[in-house]
């Protein structure tokens, strides 16, 4: 991926930022050795600002969308209380048994409930009211994945939305996910129901507040 700081400086962040558990480590490099598309692995920043917002609101149900080999999955996990559960889903059966093989080894895995099936779907049978939602599944889906999930977040609930920024290309924004990622950013800029603020950490975290 293009880095929308420079190279130096985001290592610089990365390396003064805390460490993830040794298994992340391990499920990253080996994502980025044997996985094809492995860019599409959350950084280090970005997993443990997950966890972190997790832990500072003491999140107990969460909703993950788009989980390929489980990284992000995990790092939610870890934030949410020890009675905490994560539904997470992919459509890939092959990146499913990737994470579910780490999520076995981990000692939040027990926490992780994989669907492997559409997001849409994976909405649909939500029934708790969610605390926390990460959506980091095909762009062009973003708009009808916050519509579809935003009534089922309680007040106070937190959503964060990966590659906000897509690489900088919304600032110009010609092919179709970096249209339908703009579209979404002015969206949720003018959505009375929430409030938001983008973060430049790696490709732009949305980072949504429910009112
Ligand atoms: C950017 S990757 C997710 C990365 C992951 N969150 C992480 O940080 O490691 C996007 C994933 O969304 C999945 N995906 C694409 N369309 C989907 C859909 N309609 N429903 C569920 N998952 C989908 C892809 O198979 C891919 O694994």
Redesign the pocket.
């Given at each position: 991926m293009r880095f929308l700081l420079n190279e130096e400086i985001e290592g610089y962040a990365e390396r003064h930022t805390s460490g993830e558990p040794a298994l992340l480590a391990e499920l990253s490099a080996f994502t980025w050795q044997e996985m094809h598309s492995p860019q599409?692995?959350?950084s280090r920043c970005?997993?443990r600002l997950l966890t972190s917002l997790c832990q500072i609101m003491g999140a107990r149900f969460a909703l993950?969308?788009?989980?390929?080999?489980?990284?992000?999955?995990l790092s939610i996990a870890e934030g949410l209380l020890p009675e905490g559960k994560l539904i997470t889903?992919?459509?890939?059966s092959e990146?499913a048994k990737t994470a579910q093989g780490y999520f076995e080894q981990s000692p939040v895995g027990h926490k992780i409930d994989v669907r492997i099936?559409?997001?849409?779907k994976?909405i649909e049978e939500i029934t708790h009211e969610l605390d926390f939602v990460?959506i980091?599944?095909?762009k062009v889906?973003y708009q009808a994945y916050y519509s579809a999930v935003l009534p089922k977040v309680r007040r106070g609930g937190v959503l964060v939305v990966?590659?906000c920024l897509w690489s900088g290309k919304v600032l110009h924004p010609r092919d179709a996910d970096s249209l339908a990622i703009s579209e979404f950013n002015s969206f949720v800029a003018r959505d009375e129901r929430v409030s938001n603020v983008m973060l430049t950490v790696r490709d732009g975290l949305n980072l949504i507040i429910k009112k």
């Open positions: 599409m692995i959350s970005s997993g993950e969308i788009g989980m390929f080999t489980g990284y992000s999955a889903c992919d459509i890939s990146f099936q559409d997001a849409r994976t990460f980091d599944a095909d889906s990966d590659n």
